[in-house]
């Protein structure tokens, strides 16, 4: 990269950081659970649950982040996505992929055995991503705390959520009106550095792109070759999964998920869309060269998780997440 080029990159990143900052959310606060648990530590135990649930399912770092992004992108971070019912987010066709339900319930039943009614689902989520974005490579950051949980759940509700192969002018949009810019939304697309998709969701770019009947052109032609031999051949009997970055780095996170869109092994059409956008590509660029990827990564989840958050008496502090009380 020329010097030229990355000073005014710096530049623009300096620009829309400070245009992006955020101000104190409400009564969210650092160290919010403090005294509030006798003398437990809510947040040593939700990082020990994290650290035991890691040591044997290295995923629950890609589950968290996306509980995180479907729970607060929709009504804001109220752990509404944790609702049981016949029509509720959780059963939502864009929710089908998320998983790590069972841990949030587990380490709610632990808290509410030391210090019932204190610690509130969305926060538990908070803290929980937090901890595995430490463990699995990321950076190591400070959340504030302090979310009561929201009362209402529908399915019609995720219909905001942005989708596969949505269009990068209409993603930013969609960020936009949830008081996230465009670097935002490129920071936390980074979440797919430990994501994973299935080969019917890619399918059509693999082998029918646009109704052509050939792959999509955005893609790099020796990926698509090595997708459809070894990952998704046609006629196969299962469902495979395919990991949304480099396989050599899977389930940690760092920055080749953008290396990975550099070399237009983009698996997900947005994910190549945002290497190729006008308004996007040069965060991309961006992001592959230089080493801001996991301070900005940490900033952009604290302002993900600060959306219409519930405090003071707003909500309620459920005693079992998947219900209201």
């Not at 019912?85 to 929710?95: I, L, R, S």
């Not at 463990?135 to 509700?157: E, F, H, K, T, W």
């Not at 020796?222 to 998704?232: D, G, P």
Request: net charge negative.
């Amino acid at each position: 990269m020329q010097p030229a080029h990355s000073a005014a990159l710096l530049a623009a990143f300096v620009v829309l950081l400070a245009s992006a900052a955020v101000s104190c959310r409400g009564q969210l606060a650092n160290n919010y659970y403090a005294g509030k648990c006798g003398n437990a530590s809510v947040e040593t135990i939700i990082h020990d649950a994290v650290k035991a649930r890691l040591v044997w399912d290295k995923r629950m770092v890609a589950g968290l982040l996306h509980l995180q992004f479907h729970d607060c992108f929709v009504t804001g971070c109220d752990a509404s996505i944790l609702l049981d019912g016949p029509n509720t987010e959780k059963t939502a066709v864009q929710n089908n992929g998320i998983f790590g339900y069972d841990f949030i319930d587990d380490v709610k039943t632990t808290l509410e055995s030391v210090c019932p009614g204190v610690v509130s689902c969305s926060d538990i989520i908070i803290a929980a991503t937090r901890d595995a974005v430490g463990m699995c490579g990321g950076p190591i950051y400070q959340v504030q705390l302090g979310r009561r949980d929201g009362m209402m759940s529908q399915a019609s509700m995720a219909s905001i959520l942005p989708g596969p192969n949505i269009d990068i002018p209409t993603a930013i949009n969609l960020f936009s009106k949830k008081g996230l810019n465009s670097f935002d939304m490129a920071i936390l697309m980074g979440a797919h550095t430990v994501g994973v998709t299935h080969c019917s969701v890619i399918h059509d770019r693999l082998y029918n792109f646009n109704g052509t009947g050939l792959p999509d052109p955005a893609m790099d032609p020796l990926y698509v070759w090595i997708l459809t031999t070894f990952a998704c051949p046609k006629g196969q009997a299962f469902d495979n999964i395919v990991y949304l970055d480099d396989p050599s780095s899977i389930l940690i996170v760092d920055k080749s998920y953008y290396t990975q869109i550099m070399k237009r092994h983009g698996v997900l059409s947005v994910d190549q869309a945002l290497g190729d956008n006008s308004a996007t590509a040069w965060m991309v660029n961006f992001l592959s060269t230089t080493d801001f990827f996991p301070s900005m990564f940490s900033y952009a989840l604290n302002k993900l998780a600060g959306l219409d958050v519930l405090t003071g008496t707003d909500g309620e502090i459920r005693k079992n997440c998947r219900r209201t009380n």
